[in-house]
Structures are given as structure tokens and as C-alpha cells.
């Protein structure tokens, strides 16, 4: 068993968007994001299989053209290869987890895969 606090916010990787890589596995990995009010991440799509779950805050999500409101206590599911991009347009900071199917081993802001 590999066991790793987390110890910071993580990694600015673009404006006002902080991610953290907290463990990764053979199926799967796990990553921290808070992102800003006003912070958005644009428009990208990677093979991974993205479930995530929102703790506080707001994001609205596009997904291959359809927005999606997803806020505190909320969970989502966005299919591999599908475009997709997040905003938070609220007032406050949207905390939360997210799993990635197969594993982000070196995540894109790291250097490798996308």
C-alpha cells in the first residue's frame, strides 16, 4: 500500500487553476483541484474516463456542447475522448476530487500525456 498526505494546494497549471496528483494506481489515478472564481479551463478532451465530485464552489461544465451546473455535494462523469472544458462563475473557490480511468501517470501539467 502507498500512502501520501497531501501537503499543498498543488500546482498553479494555468490561471487561477490549482491541481494536486494525490495517488496513482494500475486503473486509475486520483487528483485535487481548486479552481478560482473567474478561472476557467478551456476546451480539451484526453482518453481518460473523468469522475469527479465537488465539495464547495461551482463549476459549470461543457461537454461536447451541452453545460452542466455542478455544484457542492455533486458528483459527474465525463466519457473519454469527449471535448469538454470547466468555469467557475461563481463568487467563491469550486474544491474537489477527481478520478481518472486509466491513470493519469504524469498528468499533462507535468509533462507527458494529455
Do not use: C, K
Not at 461536447?64 to 451546473?69: A, F, I, P, V
Amino acid at each position: 500500500m502507498d500512502v501520501q498526505p497531501m501537503t499543498d494546494d498543488g500546482e498553479e497549471v494555468l490561471d487561477g487553476v490549482h491541481l494536486a496528483q494525490l495517488a496513482t494506481g494500475r486503473q486509475g489515478s486520483v487528483q485535487h483541484f481548486r479552481i478560482e472564481s473567474g478561472a476557467l479551463v478551456g476546451t480539451h478532451s484526453h482518453e481518460h474516463e473523468q469522475i469527479g465530485w465537488v465539495s464547495s464552489g461551482e463549476l459549470l461544465f461543457t461537454v461536447d456542447g451541452e453545460e452542466y451546473l455542478v455544484g457542492p455535494n455533486t458528483s459527474y462523469v465525463i466519457p473519454g475522448a469527449v471535448p469538454h472544458s470547466a468555469e467557475n462563475r461563481g463568487e467563491v473557490d469550486a474544491v474537489g476530487i477527481e478520478v481518472f480511468s486509466p491513470p493519469r501517470v504524469t498528468p499533462p501539467w507535468e509533462g507527458d500525456d494529455e
